[in-house]
């Protein structure tokens, strides 16, 4: 069993950067992590993913160049480095996990869910 909780959102002016983190419980070197964001009244979309134990990672081709997955063994954390936002990044953002080392742009893939955390950028 993987928890997740994500942090890091908040407001930002269009062109600027935001980093959201992701701390995840349990053993999670076996597992893929991806983040996905919602925007009021859409569906959940892909936004980034990798494997734990891995060294590639697949982007949305919208934030492709400007937003970069990332972790932290040490600190068994995930993180989502936003640079150069849009307002139409907005949306809550979710940090989710599978078992095993394939990861997916399909949000339905992905077992276990962080509450989410609120990315608004102003234009």
């Known amino acids: 069993q993987v928890q997740l909780v994500e942090s890091g959102g908040g407001l930002a002016q269009a062109g600027g950067s935001l980093r959201l983190s992701c701390a995840a419980s349990?053993?999670?070197?076996?597992?893929?992590m991806g983040w996905f964001r919602q925007a009021p009244g859409k569906e959940r979309d892909f936004v980034a993913a990798?494997?734990?134990?891995?060294?590639?990672?697949n982007y949305a081709d919208s934030v492709k160049g400007r937003f970069t997955i990332s972790r932290d063994n040490a600190k068994n954390t995930v993180y989502l480095q936003m640079n150069s936002l849009k307002p139409e990044d907005t949306a809550v953002y979710y940090c989710a996990a599978r078992s095993g080392t394939a990861y997916y742009s399909d949000y339905a893939q992905y077992a276990y869910w962080g509450q989410g955390t609120q990315v608004t950028v102003s234009s």
């Open positions: 349990g053993r999670t070197f076996s597992y893929a």
């Open positions: 990798f494997s734990w134990s891995g060294t590639t990672a």
